[in-house]
């Protein structure tokens, strides 16, 4: 009864505790690929709830009709799925706590297994279906999947979901960020349907001669059998046995690599019993050799930029037309490589990449000073890690998997990222694992204990904006002796589009222009920078950035955040770019 539940809830601080619980993790998440998906995106009641009262009261195992009731599903008011609640309406722009989401849909009988898929709900989501509780998720950026096969019913199944914008400092990210934290579900949802016993992930590679292709898979339901591994271009049709829910095989072929020039892609599937995943995968190879990063190995050097999930319309949530616009936009620049900054961006950004030969940097965040003492929280950032993995470890177009940006370097931390980067060569040594590190300021050199541990070396630099000294730049350069790759990760000012004056005035575009000139003059020198990543292509909101200049953006951006309007060094990028 409600009554009863209203007296046992109302001063109740540990109400979340019986939620956390059940939680979907990277264990839980099956592959979608070449699957028949079922869009639950459109309309969805929603409202703004300010007291938690969904979860403290426990909403979703009442009955709203009962009387008196203090909530009424069918007459809450609607907004689309995906979307951020922050620009749905103005008194929204800064909530940051939880916002509630209902829908029915029904189901038709079937005999095998239903998994809901939610592709980004930020940042931690409880859910709900006919009354019972199904899980909940850590993670505002992966993708997580709950199985419904026994709450499900025929008709009016009523989905409700819980979504947490809340900061906190023991979670990945932490409440102190350098950009704008969405809210919402701002991804895909929706159903599939799967055989009783069904394969739950694979993983397929190039090996190093470039004459083997590698195959590993799961099964659920079923502890022995066999699939069936086709690439039909490749001449391979291989029946792969598994046991004990695991399966793996090399076969024999030499595919046409893929490419920055020719990104070619081949159909690969797997199928077992009345179940088949199936994708269009490229292959290549990616590794370091001294200073220098291979790609098919051939020296490449990495002309990059970096770039924010945040678009004029819909902030985080990106459509089709805003992904291509800025891999397009990218490409122009005469970039091969781009930093998905600070977070996992959306599935489809790495597809399309695959498609267009646009090599990425994906990256966790785990950013500025995460609680590194917790176990919690790096259990959280690992499972974030080991998901954007599971999620994209078939796009040929991800060649670095990046652990975290701009920590210090202390014991807890060094700890805390060598795992990290341990996980990632672990779940997947086909890529290179880096980070964006800072500098040393008391030896002026780049040096940072993790670097052991990573195969390219990404470094943060502000020479000639946070630090006026741009003189310290070249002498950081000469200090530092490195036999690995460094990616110049950031590095830039701000300028306003349209503020123009002289080269020495700081938020003009003349001063941004003349900053990259001279950093280009000093990375084009240094033997062991093999890319640099500027930041970053469009301005991008955060609530950190509040003087006349900026307005709530960072003003970073080689265009204006209207994604359209480009500034004066953007063309000095791109004469370096087209040059190199």
Known sequence: MQSANFTANIHERGFRSPFEKVKATSETLVSTDGRNLRSLNGDWHFIEDWYETA???????????????????????????????????????????????????????????????????????????????????????????LEITDAVQEKENRLMVCVDGRRDPERVPMDNTDWFLYSGLYRDVFLFETPKSYLSDWYVRLLPDKAHIALDFSVEGSSEGSAVFSIPELGVNQKVPFREG?????????????????????????????????????????????????????????????????????????????????????????????????????????????????LLWEEIPVYWAIDFQSESTYQDAENQLKELIRRDKNRASVVIWSVGNENEDTDARLSFMRRLAKTAKSDDPSRLVSAACLVNQRKLAIEDRLMTYLDVIGNNEYYGWYDPDFAKLPRILANSHLDKPVVITEFGGGARFGNHGGEEEMWTEE??????????????????????????????????????????????????????????????????????
């Open 55 to 145: 979860l403290r009261a426990s909403w979703c195992f009442e009955d709203s009709h009962g009387e008196p009731a203090d909530f009424d599903w069918d007459f809450w008011p609607v907004t689309k799925v995906p979307s951020v609640w922050n620009l749905t309406k103005p008194e929204l722009k800064y909530f940051e706590g939880l916002g509630c989401y209902m829908r029915t849909f029904d189901q038709p009988k079937t005999d095998g297994r239903l998994f809901l898929q939610f592709e980004g709900a930020s940042y931690r989501t409880y859910v709900f279906l006919n009354h019972h509780y199904l899980g909940m998720h850590d993670g505002g950026s992966t993708p997580f999947t």
């Open 246 to 358: 695991k399966g793996n095989a090399v076969v024999e072929a030499r595919p046409e690599l893929w490419d920055i020039a020719t990104p070619r892609l081949y159909h690969v599937s797997l199928a077992y019993g009345e179940d088949v995943l199936s994708d269009q995968i490229g292959f290549r190879t990616i590794r370091v050799e001294g200073t220098k990063v291979l790609l098919n190995d051939k020296p490449i050097f990495l002309k990059g930029i970096s770039c924010h999930e945040d678009y004029p319309e819909g902030g985080k949530r990106s459509t089709e037309s805003d992904r291509l616009q800025s891999i397009k936009d990218a490409q122009e620049l005469g970039a091969v490589f781009m930093r998905l900054a600070h977070y996992p961006h959306s599935r489809e950004m790495a597809r399309l990449a695959d498609k267009m030969g646009m």
């Open 511 to 580: 001063y941004q222009k003349r900053l990259y000139e001279k950093q280009f003059a000093m990375q084009r020198s240094c033997p062991f920078i093999q890319g640099c990543t500027p930041w970053i292509l469009y301005d991008f909101r955060t609530p950190r950035r509040m003087n006349r200049h900026q307005g709530g953006f960072n003003r970073k951006g080689l265009i204006d955040s209207d994604h359209k309007r480009k500034k004066l060094a953007w063309q000095v990028v791109h004469d370096f770019y087209h040059g190199v």
